[in-house]
């Protein structure tokens, strides 16, 4: 029979041994999320170039903030990429996986097709179009010209940089969200498709009283994923138009890499990253909120 001592030094090298199946997870929390987060939140209060010195400057790195015009202008760029990106995305994303979700010869052979660009590397998509965007010499304005059509400023005039930018991150990324939707779409029970058929629905009708509702999870997740990636922005624009032309491209997460390590200003581009953290963290939930009032009955 197992009296209480034992008991106990067995539970207790239980402990142990959780510990250690923790421990690796321990290690890369502390050194690559709570150290860097202590660590950049110390830099808002500070000067650093990484060279010299930390020097305390207390709030200046705010009040230099409140006054750059650039700050508004990356978040006004930011907006304007997720106004146009997060509609599209959804819409193709949706188009597509209605598509995907009908018995369609070589199904599986397309679903894998679209999933394709989310695992290329980013670096290689944006090269990629920067080729077919390309004014002179593109392989889109090569089309426009033999149709007979003028070419196009896709990254050269400012109003179509950033649209440009949102269709090309719409196909590099819309296959994590046609899975998202697909998913969706199999949980609808069949029976309600076949109920409402019965009942002389069209397939408009069903869609909209049928298919969306049932989708309104999935439409939740995915608006709320696609606004945190567009606040993310960084590749696209740095590769193809570093920012420009005429700041028309400057994405917030472009405009702190540039304040951090083209400028060396390491304290500025924390105070920077704070502000767009609650930037983001305000539209979600302001997001939610909408998505949450709509829905209710």
Not at 170 to 181: A, D, E, H, R, S
């Amino acid at each position: 029979m197992t009296g209480p001592r034992s008991l106990v030094r067995r539970l207790a090298a239980g402990d142990r041994t959780a510990y250690w199946f923790v421990l690796p997870y321990a290690v890369f929390f502390c050194a690559f999320v709570a150290y860097p987060l202590v660590f950049s939140f110390i830099l808002v209060f500070h000067r650093w170039n990484v060279v010299t010195p930390m020097e305390w400057i207390g709030l200046k790195n705010f009040d230099r903030l409140i006054g750059d015009g650039l700050f508004y202008r990356s978040l006004l760029n930011t907006l304007t990429f997720l106004v146009i990106h997060i509609p599209l995305q959804a819409a193709v994303a949706l188009g597509l996986a209605l598509l995907l979700n009908t018995a369609i010869r070589g199904r599986g052979f397309f679903r894998a097709i679209y999933f394709l660009p989310v695992v290329v590397s980013g670096v290689a998509v944006t090269i990629l179009w920067q080729q077919l965007y390309s004014y002179d010499n593109g392989v889109l304005n090569a089309i426009l010209r033999a149709a007979g059509l003028g070419r196009v400023p896709w990254l050269v005039d400012p109003s179509m940089a950033m649209p440009s930018i949102a269709i090309m991150a719409t196909w590099k990324n819309v296959g994590i969200y046609i899975v998202l939707f697909l998913v969706g779409l199999q949980n609808i029970p069949r029976e309600l498709y076949e109920a409402a058929a019965l009942d002389g629905a069209r397939p408009a009708a069903q869609f909209r009283h049928i298919t969306l509702p049932m989708l309104n999870p999935t439409i939740v997740v995915i608006i709320v994923l696609s606004t945190i990636g567009g606040f993310s922005l960084f590749i696209e624009p740095y590769v193809l138009t570093g920012g420009g032309p005429m700041q028309s491209t400057l994405s917030g997460m472009l405009y702190i890499y540039n304040q951090a390590f083209s400028f060396d200003h390491m304290g500025y581009a924390a105070t920077l990253g704070f502000v767009y953290a609650l930037v983001i963290l305000a539209v979600v939930m302001l997001q939610r909120r909408v998505i949450d009032t709509e829905l209710t009955p």
